[in-house]
């Protein structure tokens, strides 16, 4: 029976060609800056997003935690909606690896209100008063919506004229920059520093990269090596992320297999599709289960089927498409979605 794994994009398996390319890297020792294929894979990412420079980080969490830790001092105060990934994924890493505050803002969207923002900010000087020591976005946002570019230059406007800088994790804006259909420099240059993921829809089977000011970066360096992130001969790593920065351009299939999914999915009676419409690669659902019926049967009987998803989180479903599902395996899902939902299955 083929598997069909719709928990995450990160499930994806290395492509021949990273294989190849990981078995033949030049490799170094890149905690003394010497590894070619690290340097390499830097400065590509950092041309492709127009940043001045670049560093390999080994996953998402821990870039923007690195990225938290080089931008604030203990005790400031971070601005950013309250169902963002630092927010709700992280383990409450930033209260322990930068040790600052998040001061959240609830919204559905992703999409943080200006006028929230900026009455957020700390604007005066006072003994009782945190410092606002950064504003971060999520673009594309774990909930499945592009932020448009025109919102990231308004809050991108607002940061400087208090001059906070802005971080955007980012592990997902080679899907924002396909949506969107814009170079993917157009959304980072929204942002002082981004992060984006190697090892979700870009296949590559390790790492993500943080980028910034030259400046920005050397002191993450120093920052990575604090964190335990000083990598020996990442290089074989590394020559899988190159490859992975040329799979972006295939993310348009998965965008086609997610809207196909929730089209699907959308016409079974008791399952409720959104964002409306899909945006990115991930579909997520409301589904209203008849007993003896529980979320924990439910996914129990699409394992046994051969569907792999997470348990629903606060009473929501998602399915990710990615490269490693094709469009029959949306058809084959939704027959057993809807074969359990009508009991069809049992």
Request: glycine share 8%; net charge negative.
């Amino acid at each position: 029976m083929r598997i069909i794994d719709l928990r995450s994009d990160t499930v994806t398996k290395p492509t021949a060609e990273m294989r190849h390319a990981m078995a033949n890297a030049d490799v170094g020792d890149d905690v003394y800056g010497d590894d070619p294929t690290i340097i390499q894979l830097e400065t590509a990412a950092a041309q492709l997003l127009n940043k001045e420079a670049a560093l390999f980080v080994p996953s998402g969490t821990f870039g923007n935690q690195l990225a938290l830790l080089t931008h604030c001092k203990r005790g400031d105060e971070v601005i950013l909606d309250d169902g963002c990934h630092i927010v709700q994924h992280e383990c409450g890493a930033a209260a322990v690896i930068p040790g600052v505050h998040l001061r959240t803002i609830e919204t559905e969207t992703g999409q943080m209100p200006l006028v929230a923002v900026e009455k957020r900010v700390r604007k005066a000087e006072d003994i009782h008063y945190p410092h606002t020591g950064l504003i971060c976005i999520e673009n594309a946002h774990s909930n499945g919506r592009v932020l448009p570019i025109s919102y990231m230059e308004e809050i991108f406007g607002l940061a400087q004229q208090y001059k906070i800088p802005v971080h955007m994790d980012g592990a997902r804006m080679f899907n924002a920059a396909e949506y969107l259909r814009v170079e993917p420099h157009v959304i980072a240059d929204c942002v002082d520093t981004v992060m984006f993921c190697l090892s979700k829809g870009l296949c590559a089977p390790v790492g993500s990269l943080l980028l910034g000011t030259e400046e920005f970066i050397q002191l993450a360096r120093k920052n990575r090596k604090l964190m335990g992130g000083g990598m020996r001969q990442a290089g074989i790593l590394a020559a899988a992320g190159l490859e992975a920065l040329e799979m972006r351009h295939r993310l348009k299939k998965d965008h086609k297999h997610a809207r196909l999914l929730g089209k699907w999915l959308g016409q079974i009676e008791g399952v409720i599709v959104y964002p409306k419409p899909i945006q990115a690669n991930i579909v997520f659902c409301n589904i209203i289960l008849a007993p003896p019926l529980t979320p924990e049967s439910f996914v129990q009987r699409l394992a046994t089927a051969g569907i792999l998803v997470n348990p629903p989180e606060d009473g929501v479903m998602r399915f990710v498409t990615h490269n490693d599902v094709r469009e029959s395996d949306m058809r084959r899902a939704v027959d057993v979605v809807r074969a359990v939902l009508t009991r069809d299955f049992w």
